[in-house]
């Protein structure tokens, strides 16, 4: 997947203390997601928006232009 906060957002979920197979690259673009952290805004940038599972699919799709789930 291409987004430059992939790295950290999987730092992040390790310093949460996630159990490691909710610290894949997957669970990176949920974080992302959810702080609506697009490609080209900074951390200061995040937001927070309400979504559920659907508008986070959506939002990495879009954003990502990958599908993330079967």
């Known amino acids: 997947m291409s987004h430059p906060h ?4 999987q730092q992040i979920l390790i310093a949460l203390g ?3 197979a909710q610290r894949n690259e997957r669970s990176a673009v949920c974080l992302l997601a ?11 940038e995040a937001q927070n928006p309400l979504m559920g599972i659907t508008p986070i699919m959506d939002w ?9 789930c079967p």
């Open 6 to 9: 992939i790295d950290s957002a």
């Open 18 to 20: 996630l159990p490691r």
């Open 34 to 44: 959810l702080l609506d952290l697009r490609p080209r805004r900074t951390w200061a």
């Open 60 to 68: 990495a799709r879009k954003t990502l232009q990958e599908k993330i």
